[in-house]
């Protein structure tokens, strides 16, 4: 038998190629969704400009905007990497999208790879956009760019895990009411536009730990007070990404 008879060959593509793939249909699934563009990039930009320049809370010292700015910019992170992937994986589970690709050969930690990078290809978008609108509103951002990237990769994996896991564990409506109200309680909770401070010092320990708090101090410590790196935000960054990625592996149901 001469060679390439069977060319091309049946059989599963290397792991790498299959990721590649997904990421790139997950991208344009995203890029193509209104509502998650609503989400994701519209909300948090209104914010920024609204509420750097009308003096609606106090942030303290200085121009709103170099407080807002760092905030704003993990709104963005939290908003697609939880709030709009849970939504569309749950919906997805429920159209029975997630069933086919069961019978496929992308292992399940291969699709949330996938659905983690499509995340980052989109925050970058964001990240572009709010960046030049802050610095339009005269945002002057200190620090330097490491300590950002490990703030947001680190916090795109905590919130990624987290969407999965609530995707892959509840039914799409509820999904979809759990998603949308846990991103407007930490929209107010989590130092986004209302600095911690403002709480109660009990309630205040609380909401340092969770991973939306961690995230707009850690940027706002190095984007607005210059520090070099905040280790105690990326710790609890780690620990959350860790927690909630580990669980979605285990517990993730594709129907």
Known sequence: MSAGTYTPRPGAAPVGRMIAAQALFETKMLLRNGEQLLLTVVIPSLLLVLFSTVDIVDTGDGRPVDFLAPGVLALAVMSTAFTGQAIATGFERRYGVLKRLAASPLPRWALMTAKTLAVLVT??????????????????????????????????AAFSGLGLLM?????????????????LLLLVGGGVVVPLDKFPDAARGL????????????LRDVLQDG?????????????????????AAKLFRWE
């Not at 280790?231 to 909630?244: N, Q, V």
């Open 227 to 247: 520090a070099a790196m905040p280790w105690a935000e990326l710790g609890i960054l780690a620990l959350w990404a860790a927690a909630g990625l580990g669980a």
């Open 123 to 156: 925050e970058v978008l964001q990240i572009a956009l709010l960046t030049a609108i802050a610095l339009g509103l005269g945002w002057s951002p200190q620090g330097g760019p490491l300590p950002v990237l490990l703030l947001i990769v680190l916090g795109t």
């Open 207 to 218: 909401l340092e730990l969770l991973p939306i708090s961690a995230l707009s101090g850690g």
């Open 167 to 183: 995707a892959g564990t509840l039914k799409a409506e509820a999904t979809l009411a759990a998603a949308n109200l846990v991103f």
